[in-house]
């Protein structure tokens, strides 16, 4: 379930003039800017772009981008982007940066839905000139590669239909090549990267009734190299988005220095979408809310910013 | 007694690439009892005579002849069929039959936008991704290049960088030459002509003129040759009805300059009936 709240009824025009005032003068009224962008979704963010374009004249992300600064400002650009460009955009910055990035990518390629992960496809050439593929290909080597550009390139049959009996024999190619029986990593990479979700999710079942603990428990402890731990989150990321991105919540605010990189990433892309799960689970391993450790870890309009995009009313 | 000339159009119309109808109608629809009697006689490639005193028609050549009858009939549907589900059905059939050149075809000369549609069309006609039934039947060495080509969704657009499309025009050079390995073994021959776009590769290619992969224009020539096989009639039919609304035009001016002759002409040659008019009509749009 989402966690933004949104009013009843909005003006895009209204909130276009709202932020072209709040942008004006000295400084920036950045409570403004939390309080209208804070409190709506995709749709109408996108009509008050449109609003604003209209009126001023002018793109209303630039604007922001020349008023606001640090963590604040990156949250808020991504935030007000039509989800396709902002995936994009966070693909194209992993797919040029340094390694920890990958799993942006897996995320995006795993977690999205089929047409989801198409149009962020569209958005990639539109705003590049390249295609993901393209760049995600060039950049890695070896069976690494092959898992995130497979991954990257599958159209998913998207309905529920499953093989029961194809789900034991691939949970068994999965399972061999867990246990270190089999070095085949091409089987592995074919499995996870064309097969519905639906059947991924019958055969990591088939996995766990046979083997007893689940194909994400085999696989934790420390990954040899890149493509196992691509795989494992990979298989994270399509058995159980949640707990993944719980997982990589925790990890983040417990890190030293704090990744808000990851933090926003995660906030701002399921805020939307299953961010109240993702707070309930995240409550329950960490005994204390979500909100709570924003709060200690974080800071200044940023804070209030997550904050808002976590659902909090009282700020 | 039958005309040598009718004698003539029957043969033709018995052996041939599609059945021309209106001989058949003409001619054998016109004869008596005595006159088709004496053709089988008088033919014994399709008529054996029997140990119980009768001239017994050929399985194999009644098989044929239902295969050809069918010809027409497999042009109007592939013609009329939404490109998404025809090429989706072509997929299917080419990847039970392990025709991967079919699926190289598709896969390389449809837009993105095309090969996305016969994607979508596969999940509805058949209940699975393109991709996983390509990855699930090819076993052997073509499979990485396979799945990466029907899962390409290449950028289309104008931008292209000369350098990195010379340095990759050396790096298959050197991967071509290199007898140890089939060159699409190569996983950077596979990343390069899987996901580069196609105007990239076109001056990839210019920087490396010496690769050739099988044109259209060879396929259509093997099709039209009096040896031709079933699989090569078949790609005929498919090439002339997927192109025929967008290079057709293109493909006849190149068939006309390598082979000297005009496609419409060697078609006339070569085919019968409906089946021959259908194809003509398809070529002719291009003109």
Known sequence: ?315 | MALPGDLDALTKAFSGFGVDENSIISILGKWHPEQRKSFRKGFPQFFREDKRLFERWDERHIAFLEHEFLRFKNAMVLWTLHPWERDARLAKEALAKGDYDILVEIACTRSSEELLGARRAYHSLFDHSIEEDVAYSVNDSNRNLLVALVSSYRYEGARVNEEIAETEAKTLSEAIKNAEKRPIENEEVVRIITTRSKLHLKAVFNYYKEISGTTTEEILASALKGSADEKNKQALTRVIVTQADSYMKEISEEYHKQHGVSLSQKIEETTNGNYKDFLLTLVARGD
């Not at chain 1, 029986?181 to 592995?188: I, W």
Request: hydrophobic fraction near 35%; proline fraction near 2%.
């Open chain 1, 1 to 315: 379930m989402a966690t933004i709240t949104v009013p009843d009824h909005t003006s895009p025009v209204e909130d276009a003039e709202n932020l072209r005032k709040a942008c004006e003068g000295w400084g920036t009224n950045e409570n403004t800017i939390v309080s209208i962008l804070g409190h709506r979704n995709a749709v109408q963010r996108k009509q008050i772009r449109q609003a604003y374009e209209e009126i001023y004249q002018e793109d209303l992300i630039k604007r922001l981008e020349s008023e606001l600064k640090g963590e604040f400002e990156k949250a808020v650009y991504r935030w007000i982007l039509d989800p396709a460009d902002r995936d994009a955009i966070l693909a194209h910055v992993a797919a040029r940066n340094a390694k920890s990035d990958n799993r942006t990518i897996i995320e995006i390629a795993c977690i999205r839905s089929p047409e989801e992960l198409l149009a962020a496809k569209r958005a990639y050439h539109f705003r590049y000139k390249h295609s993901l593929e393209e760049d995600v290909a060039s950049r890695t080597t070896g069976d690494f590669r092959k898992l995130l550009v497979a991954l990257v390139s599958t159209y998913r049959y998207d309905g529920d239909e499953v093989d029961v009996s194809l789900a034991g024999s691939e949970a068994k190619i999965l399972h061999n090549m867990i246990e270190g029986k089999s070095f085949n990593h091409e089987e592995v990479i074919r499995i996870l990267s064309t097969r519905s979700k639906a059947q991924l999710n019958a055969t990591f079942n088939r996995y766990k009734d046979t083997h007893g603990a689940s194909i994400t428990k085999s696989l934790s402890g420390n990954p040899a190299d890149e493509f196992s731990e691509a795989l494992c989150i990979a298989i994270q990321c399509i058995r159980s988005p949640q707990k993944y991105f719980e997982k990589v919540l925790r990890n983040a605010i417990n890190k030293v220095g704090t990744d808000e990189d990851a933090i926003t990433r995660v906030i701002v892309t399921r805020a939307e979408k299953d961010l109240k799960d993702i707070k309930d689970l995240y409550h329950k391993r960490n005994n204390a809310s979500l909100e709570h450790a924003i709060s200690k870890d974080t800071s200044g309009d940023y804070k209030i910013f997550l904050l808002t995009l976590l659902g909090c009313e009282e700020l």
